[in-house]
């Protein structure tokens, strides 16, 4: 086609024909493209994403977000201005240059359109059940990662005018310079395999790891990152590879398995801890979640003495019911018809070492809730109960002298003139 305008341009004037019918044939292609683009920015686009919206308006969103069809649209572009300049221009520098930019123009826009392909599925991903703990993000950067080096080695080779193998071949030479500079994309995808493949972490998931002062849910799992909103409303970075070469905890199984674990001890003072009378013993009957422990525990202790004769006589002989021992009974029968505690799970009240500060009474057991604010709710109304529970068994809870009581030795109530 140039050369036709060429020779026709030659009839008016031989010295600027060259120039003038170059010149003619980059305005007719510039021209297309220009009514091209009008014709799918201003006409096609808006038809379409009116039509998309009708049916449904978070599929538009999505392509809006995505810019999809946008990028399809200038893909078209380089398509047309590569046919043309195949078409109207004959074989040359121009027609290289040309040529080679739009195949430029195609590749880039090609890999942007594939981006927003992926940006696309992986939000239909997270709206799914199946795949919405899974760390897309990071699969999918790992994807655009792999997909950018390959279209750039393309375009390279593109450029230069030699075959995407050569590239390759050369690459080898380079792998640790890539492997420096990449170093922490490459930890990462490899973190990300492992942490997918092992169902390690999720998001939504509740994430625990000190040495990065991660306490909360896991909102971004990224090729190089995973961001952690804690608990105070900070949110924390942590390296991706991390979570392989570090320790953490996820309570996303406790989450899943209906109970919070209460772990909780109270220390009791040993020296209000004897046997108990039987007025003591009496008293405590009364109350409907002891009286089988008593009944059984007196029938037990009777039988033993009852075999000791004479030397029944004797206190170091005989069994007896203690205070402590009876206390513990009566709140392992509380949490067991608390309604709150989960009746599938361990319910246990045990003993601890003694220490200095007394004797630890550990409540161990399972909330049948795993939210944050019940959980505290029920474990304080077990604890509410018990420490009002006590002078009933005539226990007294161990607690450090506080300034009061000093004060108390030295002034005694019935001396202080107050």
Known sequence: MQQQLLTWIRQFNEEYAQVASLLLVLAIIFLVA????????????????????????????????NKLFSRFAF?????????????????????????????????????????????????????????????????????????????GIMIISLLIGKSPLILLSGLGAMTAVLMLVFKDPIMGLVAGIQLSANNMISLGDWLEMPKYGADGAVIDISLTTVKVRNWDNTVTTIPTYSLISDSFKNWQAMTKSGGRRIKRSLALDINSIHFLDKKQIDNLEKAHLLAPYIKNKESEINQFNATLGNECQTPLNQRGMTNIGTFRAYVEAYLKNHPNVHKQMTIMVRQLAPTSDGLP??????????????????????????????????????????????????????????
């Open 75 to 151: 893909l078209i572009q380089g398509i047309v201005v590569n046919i043309q300049a195949l078409v109207w221009m004959g074989s040359g520098k121009t027609q290289e240059i040309l040529t080679t930019s739009a195949q430029a123009w195609c590749l880039i826009f090609g890999l942007l359109m594939l981006f927003s392909i992926m940006d696309l599925c992986m939000q239909i991903m997270r709206n799914s059940s199946s795949f919405g703990r899974l760390p897309l993000k990071g699969i999918f950067q790992s994807l655009k990662l792999a997909a950018s080096v390959l279209i």
């Open 361 to 418: 009474i550990e409540i161990y057991a399972f909330t049948n809730t795993t939210v944050w604010v019940q959980y505290e709710a029920i474990q304080s109304d077990i604890f509410d109960h018990i420490f009002a529970i006590l002078p009933q068994f005539g226990l007294r809870v161990h607690q450090s002298p506080t300034g009061n009581d000093v004060r108390a030795l030295r002034f005694p109530v019935e001396n202080n003139p107050q």
């Open 34 to 65: 220009i009514i091209l683009h009008f014709i799918l920015h201003r006409l096609v686009l808006p038809k379409i994403s009116k039509a998309i919206s009708q049916y449904d308006q978070k599929w538009q969103l999505s392509l809006e977000i």
